[in-house]
């Protein structure tokens, strides 16, 4: 044999030893992503119902890199050679993707309305249907911690730009503070117009109301007065300290403990009233949460006193048979913190077949407890009643009598619909396209 011969055999057994495998090890994963993408449009959970990465399949070089930088895990997946949406429903805007794409062609849009059910209405700038009126934050769809501080900065520098201040009038009251919040506050220090941010509790927002020591997810993003966030991944106990850090070192006011009771026309302007003041402005920033009014079951014995809306600290229960109910990952993060006290007996009750929006991390670790016998599932159930001492579960083989303690229901908060139609603000409270995922 020739040395030329030789040479092209080795050359082509060594590419083929790399290339054959990774071929097949893209075929695989093509095969998954089809095939999931086929299920989720089957219930609508393709499509997304808040903000989502649009790819445009023209600049798409299918690299993969999106793929990859998603936390979600399966929100994109490569089909035909193109970055495709495949689990849209799961998607809540980390906008890492649009970041690791490296030749742009991905773009973080709201979804179409008809699909963001019952969600105000905004603009590109966060303003309301009300002139005047801006959501940041929750209450406009999106909780994670560096989209809502975009959001309380993109509000307040639209607000910053209308025009001369009025004299003896407030530019912006600002109602909360979250992330949203106290972003929106320090955008308007920074540009020096007048403003007021009033909270109900304390500073921190939806933050408060995590698990202790609950690891929040977030990434890296711009302060106005303080400079560049830089944590990917913060406790609460670490985030909150940071929230107070801030508020000490750029001098921002805060008024806690005062809760905003109404807002009134005022001609051109508003009448914000709260528990303890009146304030005339020419704007308002809503950054309020979702979670201010929890969602109930409306079953017998969801007034007993063992029933709950928020596990504030885990340790606090051992030996206990506890129940939590619901499918996103509060419910999830509640039961897993639970479930790690050693002596508890931890159910988790959802009433359909599997979780389908859950984080990938928290999939992970649900997976573990199952499977370590720390944590029961109830696929497919639902609550009938709640007893002193035991809890009714409706499941496919029949009623299920469980042994109780005390019973966690983690099922999402009601928007304030009272206060926003009363101030005039739309709300899309169109179904999504199937009614079966709403």
């Not at 308002?284 to 017998?300: F, T």
């Not at 859950?358 to 370590?372: G, Y």
Request: net charge positive.
């Amino acid at each position: 044999m020739s040395d030329t011969l030789l040479t092209t055999v080795i050359a082509v057994t060594i590419i083929g030893a790399v290339l054959i495998p990774y071929i097949l090890h893209t075929s695989r994963k093509e095969k998954r992503a089809k095939d999931r993408f086929k299920e989720l449009q089957i219930t609508g959970l393709h499509a997304a119902a808040a903000v989502h990465p649009h790819i445009d399949v023209l600049n798409c070089i299918g690299c993969g890199s999106c793929v990859a930088a998603c936390p979600e895990g399966d929100v994109l997946g490569l089909i035909g050679g193109k970055a495709v949406l495949v689990h849209g429903a799961k998607c809540i805007g980390h906008g890492l993707c649009e970041e690791a794409c490296p030749v742009g062609a991905i773009t973080l849009l709201m979804a179409p309305p008809g699909r963001s059910a019952n969600l105000p209405v905004l603009t590109p700038q966060y303003e309301t249907s009300v002139p005047g009126i801006f959501i940041a934050g929750e209450l406009g769809g999106l909780g994670l911690i560096k989209n809502a501080i975009a959001q309380g900065r993109t509000a307040v520098t639209a607000i910053a730009a209308r025009g001369p201040q009025i004299p003896g009038v407030l530019d912006v009251v600002i109602v909360g503070a979250g992330p949203a919040g106290l972003a929106a506050g320090l955008t308007a220090l920074s540009l020096g117009i007048r403003y007021v941010v009033v909270e109900q509790g304390d500073v921190g927002g939806t933050i408060l109301r995590y698990p202790r020591r609950k690891v929040v997810l977030t990434s890296p993003v711009e302060l106005p007065l303080w400079g560049r966030l830089r944590f990917m991944e913060a406790s609460k106990e670490q985030l909150l300290a940071t929230w107070e850090n801030i508020i000490r070192t750029t001098g921002l006011e805060v008024k806690t403990g005062e809760q905003m009771m109404d807002i009134l026309p005022l001609e051109s302007l508003f009448r914000v009233r709260t528990t303890h003041d009146e304030y005339i402005t020419r704007s308002v920033v809503l950054a309020l949460g979702r979670r201010g009014i929890p969602r109930k079951l409306n079953v017998p014995g969801e007034e007993l006193a063992k029933v709950v809306y928020q596990l504030i600290d885990a340790e606090s229960y051992a030996d206990m048979d506890l129940l939590v109910v619901g499918g996103g990952d509060s419910a999830i993060e509640a039961a897993i913190a639970l479930a790690v006290q050693k002596t508890n007996r931890v159910t988790l009750s959802y009433r359909q077949s599997e979780f389908t929006k859950i984080k990938e991390r928290n999939t992970t670790h649900l997976r573990d407890m199952v499977r370590r016998g720390r944590l029961t599932l109830a696929m497919n159930s639902v609550v009938q009643e709640i007893r002193e001492h035991h809890v009714i579960l409706a499941t496919p083989e029949g009623r299920k009598e469980l042994k109780n303690d005390q019973v966690f229901v983690c099922i999402g908060g009601e928007l304030p619909f009272g206060l926003l139609s009363r101030v005039g603000i739309a709300i899309d409270r169109q179904l999504v396209e199937n009614p079966r995922t709403a």
